[in-house]
């Protein structure tokens, strides 16, 4: 951190300076001024998000600026922190123009908190929010961060922030509310009629829509007093904090929509009375509903799961009646569910009956039954029928697994591909999604590669094979312990002559069979950039044999990926051996198929493969990089500091999650910044292209024992 | 109670455990026995597997020797060892030999954690030889006839090293267990803790919760033994939603954010 400026001078060239006045014009003598009259703390807080926030974009910074002064004394530093990291945010999804809305319309941001208030961010409480709402019954939801709490029927949206009441603790549970109250939504049926249809009835359908979003709220009220009674106490609390009470008109709404069997019917049909009548109550944790996207959310599931379900029951019926193959040739198989399913509390002991026989459904097909279940209300007996073959083209079905090639060539490189965060460190914080990654394959090239290598290197993989020989699984015989399986009979001796003698008698009279269990896990990261062109190609790939050939010997785990990449739009991972492939022909061909391509972005990669790499299980988990430069990017800020942040963050958290990494590098100037990224010892630097096969694998002994 | 010393193969149990049969485990355990057949109890930590063993070592009259696995444990912690006693080498029969000798039931806990090689030396007993080689003395002990064997078992740990290899499960015959049905479970929770059956009701409707949960984010959900031990707690006026934090919540997960979300989950049914 630097030191900030006080003056009111020092300040104004402060901000010329972050704000690139020169270029941008930005008058800043008047925000000048009024940073200097603020107390040291404050003008300290403010001009460090400016800067955070003019590494991502000046004029968004200089806004900020303007408008946070005047907040200061009533918003909270948490909240104003969270609003510029929601603008950066939205910034970086949707560009200028919408980033520069959130800055502007703050006031909407923290809406209805007239004093310094204590809201809940979303991105502090999503995650408990999740597992929240995974724990309570029916369909998996997610949750995300929208313009405010409404469902789609498949994903809860929350807005940023919560926080309507004074305490934050309070603004919690009234998040908690938020969310129950849209499971509800899901779980008893608010979305089992055609709404749109349902309200146009009406003259005014926005009218109709308000009376009606009330009218379930009262009817889900009364399902969580039933389910959730703690939660509605605090609801209860809530209202009651916040004066909120049911206007008279609307009290015997309350009283029949409590009914236990109260349903959307029951809603809708009350619904043209209260549509007449006085306006609907404010109730704090009402979500709005939006017909048009839950129908369409709907009509696209119900479709889908239809099929999906009665495939996978055909595939069900394959494996029960692969007995009995003359009945598999009959009509398609009729499955029934048990009386007990058609409650609709009991979802967790749903039974399939076929042939009279009853079956625990997988959990695939439980998860659909549930699904479709709380849409329709029941599962009509039609979906029940296992597909016939044909029935249904299996692209309705199956995951798109999109060539990768023609995704990229296509407009929308989105699909199908996994989105990583990136570190902004003038940001201090994520840009989320950020990095568009996808796995390709390696294209295998048969050449006798390995042959070639094994033959050129031949005094080396002799001395490889005997030396991690001489490393693999041992047991050892422990002689003299105070504790084994056998009696150490000359430790026996000694000691009973040491007794006669009348010196001290030993305990340590057995010994034990000690097996050293190896139980690695390594994980090859190697640089694919177009830097590697030629020589240094040459010698990875060469390493990569002489790598594997030892690994072979040793029994170790071992997977090798190769990382590059141009822009974050566009950042690949090529798949040389996977961990549970074996060391085959393929496997071969495919380093021998090794070619540099583009850039040397490396958070994602670092990202992704640590994700691969605490998928498996082991004691000791490594990731080893083999570079031979400093991160890098095509026209991009990420060759710069930047670029070295990010892969130190992400090395960071794979070493947070118990990943031990290291680098070898051939990159001479690499002693200036490694360090700073893998920490002193932890990487190695080669100074001669040529002498990377020797030394690869003898770094990696070092590394493991 | 007072605390006693018992010989292994003295522990016999005298009051009737309590237990609920699920389907008809009980039969099976008893034809097998009779049979001599090894009994192989498949299901979640918690479910009941012990508590069963128990029940049955009392309705069949024999003592009950519980092994519980650790991943340290030799095949000489089973069968025995010679120690040296007074300048001579004495030996000492293992549990495993000791109930073979007794004609006890033995129990091997957690099989699994065991090393591979212990494992191994129950094959012998595990099929219709009955016999122990004990390799050491350079001796065979045929089993008593009312020896029984059983291991246990809980395939949800998703991890190829502990899983049961093919020539050791293919010698038993297996009961699958598992969480009891919400009314059985009730009954079970309000009996074992003296808590009322609404409260006993909603803490299984809060396990059933974390049992949602169990893939995403928790590798277990809640146990019906920790449902006893919150429904105690609750029973000596423990607040309802502090038990569920202490004796459930806690024993599932130190992640942060779960167990707020499980805390949160608790609260909402309180």
Known sequence: MTAHPESA????????????VEFTFLHVDELAISLAALVPEDRAFLLGWTRRIASTNIQIAYQFALRAIKLLDRMDRRLIEAWALHAMDTYDRSG?????????????????SHERSAGVVFEDVGGIMLNFVHGLSGRRLRLEQGDAAYTDSETLFLPAVIARMQMASDNFTLCKAMVAMMWAQTRYGSFRTDLPEQLNAYDDAGRALTHFQALETLRLEACIARELPGLYREMQRLRAELDESLPAAWQHFALELGQPGASINDSLHLLAEAYAGPPPPDICYQSEIRPETVAQCMAARIAKEKILLRVKLAQLEQELRKHRPDEAKALPAQFELTDKAETEHSQAGLELILDGAPIAPPEGVRQLLTSIQLDLGEIPPEYLVAAGPGEYDPRLYEEKTANTDDVWQGTYHEEGATLYPEWDYGRQHYRKNWCVMREKEVIPVHDGFRKNTLEKYSGLVKHLRKTFEAMRDENRLLKRQAYGDNVDIDALVEALADARDGSEMSDRLFMRMHRTERNIAVMFMVDMSGSTR????????????????????LGDRYAIYGFSGTTRKRCELFRIKRFDEPYNEEVQARISGIRPQEYTRMGFAIRHLTSVLNEVEARTKLLITLSDGKPDDYHDNYRTQYGIEDTRKALQEAQRSGIHPFCITLDEKARDYLPHLYGA????????VHKLPFKVADIYRRLTT | MEAHTLAPEEHFIRDEPY???????????????????????????GCGKTRFMEY???????????????DDLTASDLVGRFLVKGGETVWVDGPLSRAVRAGGICYLDEIVEARKDTMVVIHPLADDRRALPMEKLGTLLEANDDFCLAISYNPGYQSVLKDLKQSTRQRFVALEFNYPAAELERKIVANESGVAQDIAEKLVKFAQMTRNLKGSGLEEGASTRLLVHAAKLMASNIEPVVACQSAIAQALTDDEEMLAAVQELSSSLF
């Open chain 1, 9 to 20: 001078s020092a300040i104004t060239s402060h901000l010329e300076e972050l704000l690139e």
């Open chain 2, 19 to 45: 237990y609920e049969p699920i389907a008809q485990e009980i039969a099976i355990f008893e034809a097998a026995y009779q049979n001599k057949l090894p009994v192989l109890l498949k299901g979640p930590t």
């Open chain 1, 681 to 688: 010892v932890n990487y190695t630097v080669i100074d001669e």
């Open chain 1, 96 to 112: 200028l123009s919408s980033g520069m809305r959130i800055i502007k319309e703050v006031e909407n941001f923290a809406h209805q």
């Open chain 2, 56 to 70: 049955m070592a009392w309705r069949l009259k024999r003592p009950l020797i519980t092994v519980s696995c650790h």
């Open chain 1, 534 to 553: 030629g020589w240094i190609n040459d010698a990875e790939r060469e390493s990569l044999v002489l790598l594997a050939e030892a690994l072979e010997t």
